[in-house]
């Protein structure tokens, strides 16, 4: 008698061990999947803006009707003129934005963000 008792012991400390490796793998993925639909919608979001044929300085909001965990997500685009900006030989280079976007969505209890940036030439898509 004793000897099922111990094995079955052992058997609940193993199946609760595999559980819990269950379901830390679940947050896991579960994490993943959002940062990759964050990652898609900063892409998105910086695609378009570096593709305007004008950049003005400024920030613009849109909330987005995709979810994620959930809440809603509002992305903040902010462009702005780089006054000082030297290439490698120390010559300015004129023109040159600054480009940013921002995500925000309340997750896990908390707001979460996730930001994206590149710089482009002002006059890139002028003749």
Known sequence: MMEVVLALGIFVIAATGFAVALAKTSDAAQLSQRRMQINRILE???DEAVSLPVLEEGVESVSLKEE???SSVEVDTKIELLDEME???GQLLQQMYRIEVTAHWYADGEWQE???ETWRYGRLYQP
């Open 114 to 116: 996730e930001m994206a």
């Open 44 to 46: 998105s979001a910086l």
């Open 68 to 70: 994620i965990a959930g």
């Open 87 to 89: 290439n490698m030989d």
